[in-house]
């Protein structure tokens, strides 16, 4: 229940500095918060998922610490949705293209995950459900990771529009 909740936790974040954008009331410790809060959500989950890993003996428990290594994964890649829509909000970040590859990486790291579990399957039956859970994960994260592409190209087709049309009636005398 900790993983979900940490999931939920990040798509709270997402929505929040969402809003608070559309509302014009996103304030510059909102822009450090926000992002700073789903990175510890997703911590929490993989440190989590490594302690219950190495603490126990028997493998049937440790199968639960790479389902929660996969939910602080999918905490990662929501990270990277709210990051690039904190450092972009009214401000230039030089690095806002190299943040849509994070959720690819953390795709990625999911599926070899994943294809670890389903070799470690074949000696023992426990590991088949992990292994499932965190192809699925691995697939979701793929499937929203041109989310952050398509944000970053909304975000610099609008910088290409400097004037409107109400500041174009103001500036050009043909109108007064």
């Not at 822009?31 to 510890?40: A, D, G, K, S, T």
């Not at 499932?132 to 691995?138: E, F, I, S």
């Amino acid at each position: 229940m900790i993983g979900l909740a940490c999931i939920c936790t990040s798509l709270i974040a997402l929505v929040a500095t969402i809003a608070r954008q559309i509302r014009n009331i996103f304030s510059p410790t909102e822009r450090e918060f926000w992002p700073i809060m789903v990175l510890v959500m997703g911590s929490i989950c993989a440190v989590w998922g490594i302690i219950l890993i190495l603490a126990t003996i028997n493998p049937a428990n440790g199968t639960t610490g790479y389902i929660m290594i996969g939910l602080g994964l999918v905490c990662y890649s929501i990270s990277s949705k709210v990051i690039l829509l904190s450092k972009i909000w009214r401000h230039e970040f030089k690095l806002s293209n190299r943040i849509p590859l994070i959720p690819i990486f953390t795709a990625l790291t999911c599926l070899f995950l994943s294809a670890f579990l389903f070799e470690l399957g074949s000696a023992h039956a426990t590991y088949f459900v992990p292994a499932r859970v965190l192809a699925g994960l691995g697939h979701l994260l793929l499937l929203y990771s041109p989310l952050s592409a398509f944000w970053r190209a909304g975000h610099l087709r609008n910088r290409r529009l400097p004037i409107t049309i109400s500041t174009y009636k103001t500036t050009h005398s043909a109108y007064t």
